[in-house]
């Protein structure tokens, strides 16, 4: 199955980033010099995606300043910008905004009519990065060619930490295929702590489950009720971490502040500017 789109949900609330997201959408806050979104989009250009749809929020405006072509920055004046746009061409950019229910399978079902009915497409979460060395989406696309099943990104957490996340199951005697996968279990339902993140490789076949499923926990539109269905119709999906990286989240103030701290220090000239004044606060 070929895949060459992308999606991305940017269409959150962001209400953990009160007040800042009153003015744009958190997938746009900044990581060094680069919108957050900016990363997923850079992964997706590296893997060879070919289409990206980004499903906005209430306030698209500040998203389609930066992505929109109609209404580009002007090249010439600032090689940050020339060098930004030199990314994004030969690629199509679509915004949507959303529409129906509240909840992450929700986004799809809005994009489904950009999509190749014929083609897989990766699922992302616009709050969701990861930092490694080969593009995730690329390791997705790559076990998808070997399995011929979906493929999602899944990472161990903590045990405390099962009722925040869509928890997977591996199949007894399998390395890595699922054989259920739950929507923020309590701690007594949990069959395991391998958390799925926002990287899915999935086909249209999911979009129509989510089509008829009722909506799930809190009355959300869950995808990972989706992908249970697709399970249990006889569907494969396999499971993919990341083995050369992190998978870092900028969903709250916490987490926004180590995302960052991770990209800086990385980051040679940057950390030697940095690493002098950290000691110093932390008495190190």
């Known amino acids: 199955m ?18 800042v997201t009153l003015g744009y959408p958190k997938e746009l806050l900044p990581i060094i010099n680069k919108p957050a979104i900016h990363l997923i989009i850079e992964e ?3 893997s060879g995606l070919k289409k990206i749809i980004i499903i906005t929020g209430e306030n698209p405006a500040p998203l389609r ?22 990314k994004l061409s030969g690629i199509e950019i679509v915004m949507a905004p959303q529409t129906g229910g509240y909840g992450n399978g929700t986004p799809l079902i809005v994009a489904r009519d950009q999509m190749p009915e014929d083609q897989g497409f990766i699922y992302a979460y616009g709050d ?13 696309i790559e076990k998808h060619n070997q399995t011929g099943a979906l493929v999602v990104g899944t990472q161990r957490v903590p045990w405390e930490d099962v009722v925040r996340y869509g928890i997977a199951q591996i199949k007894d005697g399998s390395e890595n295929e699922l054989d259920d996968v ?22 249209v076949d999911v979009i129509q489950i989510l089509t008829e499923i009722p909506p799930g926990k809190a009355g959300e539109l869950w995808l990972t009720d989706a992908v249970r269905e697709y399970i249990r119709r006889g569907g494969r999906v396999v499971a993919e971490s990341v083995d050369d990286g992190r998978w870092l989240t900028i969903g709250d103030p916490e987490n926004y502040l180590k995302t960052l701290l991770e990209y800086a220090l ?19």
């Not at 070929?2 to 007040?19: C, D, Y």
């Not at 929109?68 to 910008?81: M, Q, S």
């Not at 969701?128 to 997705?140: A, E, G, Y």
């Open 2 to 19: 070929k895949v060459e789109t992308g999606v991305i949900a940017a269409a959150g609330s962001g209400t953990r980033m009160l007040p």
């Open 44 to 46: 997706f250009i590296d």
């Open 65 to 86: 300043r930066t992505y929109d072509p109609a209404i580009a920055p002007v090249r010439g004046e600032y090689k940050a910008l020339d060098d930004f746009l030199d």
């Open 128 to 140: 969701d990065l990861i930092k490694s060395k080969t593009p995730f989406t690329r390791k997705l």
């Open 182 to 203: 739950v929507e923020k279990p309590s701690l007594k339902e949990a069959r395991s702590n391998l958390a799925m993140f926002g990287r899915f490789l999935l086909s």
């Open 266 to 284: 990385s980051d040679a000239e940057l950390r030697a500017a940095l690493e002098p004044r950290l000691r110093e606060l932390l008495n190190l």
